[in-house]
């Protein structure tokens, strides 16, 4: 199913070859497209217009016109596909690692539009979701420490077991409406100021 309220941000100098793009999204169903040439402040226009999904065509770039696609690509955090002539693979390392969903070389073709789009929102799609998940394991990891330290603060300083340590955490959490790894921060945070002052 086309999503009609995408709105679509395709930036390229040559007004033929932003033509091309304009055309096949819109064929693609598509209407929602603003074209930019002027590469001035290009992370400014941006932020203005708040594009779903940035096209750009760089043709056959410089190092410094790529540095600046990067930062925009880095910045902006939407699923953007780079349209180049000719690549190397640094440049395509590069490219990934600064959040290019889709680094297309010499492929604009008015009929791979709608392809190129769809590519290039399921890899940035895909890309998220799983940051994400990396993100949520890391803070469990974190939580899991933080947890850890302050059961053992609170079995040492009451002289309670594990279970019960555990317990009190989850009751200030629930009594708090907070996480429990966060209370085990706050509680950790409050020992190591007590134990700086002996």
């Given at each position: 199913m ?11 100098a ?34 203005e217009?708040?594009?779903?999904v ?5 043709e ?16 902006v ?7 180049v ?7 395509i ?20 539009v ?6 290039t929102?399921?890899r940035?799609n895909a ?7 990396l993100?949520?394991t ?13 059961k ?17 955490l ?17 509680m ?11």
């Open positions: 086309i999503d009609h309220a995408l709105k679509i941000l395709v930036i390229d040559n007004r033929i070859r932003a033509a091309i793009l304009e055309e096949g999204l819109r064929e693609a169903g598509h209407h929602n497209v603003t074209v930019i040439g002027d590469m001035a402040n290009l992370l400014r226009q941006i932020v217009i708040d594009p779903d940035i096209f750009i065509d760089l056959n770039p410089n190092r410094d016109v790529l540095e600046q696609m990067f930062e925009v690509s880095r910045s955090r939407r699923p953007v596909a780079m349209f002539d000719q690549s190397e693979s640094v440049m390392k590069r490219a990934v690692e600064a959040g290019v969903s889709a680094y297309i070389v010499d492929g604009l073709k008015k009929e791979r709608k392809p190129i789009l769809d590519m929102m399921s940035f890309f998220n979701r799983l940051q994400r998940e993100e949520d890391k803070r469990a990891l974190e939580d899991r420490k933080s947890v850890d330290r302050a053992s603060i609170l079995m040492t300083r009451r002289g309670i077991p594990e279970p019960e340590a555990y317990r009190r989850r009751d200030a959490a629930m009594r708090e409406k907070r996480t429990i790894g966060d209370v085990a921060r706050s950790i945070s409050a020992a190591d100021l007590l134990d700086g002052d002996d």
